[in-house]
Nanobody, 118 residues
Framework: QVQLVESGGGLVQAGGSLRLSCAAS????????MGWYRQAPGKQRELVAA?????????NYADSVKGRFTISRDNAKNTVYLQMNSLKPEDTAVYYC??????????WGQGTQVTVSS
């Protein structure tokens, strides 16, 4: 069955760094666009970063994280990463991994909590 398992969340001070990982299984990982979303309490889920399928690996980022976060993927390991630097308290949220093949499938992980203290 399809699984997306996030890891790497935790508590960090403002200015610190975390690296989230999402290990995928049960589908052809390289065919899927991958993304990281986040949801803070009382707010809607929002896209943080995304990376296209295949070898091109084009990326896009929310304006709020540009220059601080980097998304990458390792198709050999079926894993997508989110490197988060210069973290701010407003980055506090549950971070979700997403796998999407347009018009075919849309999968979500269970989420990992990131808390940034001021």
């Amino acid at each position: 069955q399809v699984q997306l398992v996030e890891s790497g969340g935790g508590l960090v001070q403002a200015g610190g760094s975390l690296r989230l990982s999402c290990a995928a299984s049960g589908f052809t990982f390289s065919r899927y666009a991958m993304g990281w979303y986040r949801q803070a309490p009382g707010k809607q889920r929002e896209l943080v970063a995304a990376i296209t399928s295949g070898g091109s690996g084009r990326t896009n980022y929310a304006d709020s994280v540009k220059g601080r976060f980097t998304i990458s993927r390792d198709n050999a390991k079926n894993t997508v990463y989110l490197q988060m630097n210069s973290l701010k308290p407003e980055d506090t949220a549950v971070y979700y991994c997403n796998a999407r093949l347009v018009a075919v499938a849309d999968y979500w992980g269970q989420g990992t909590q990131v808390t940034v203290s001021s």
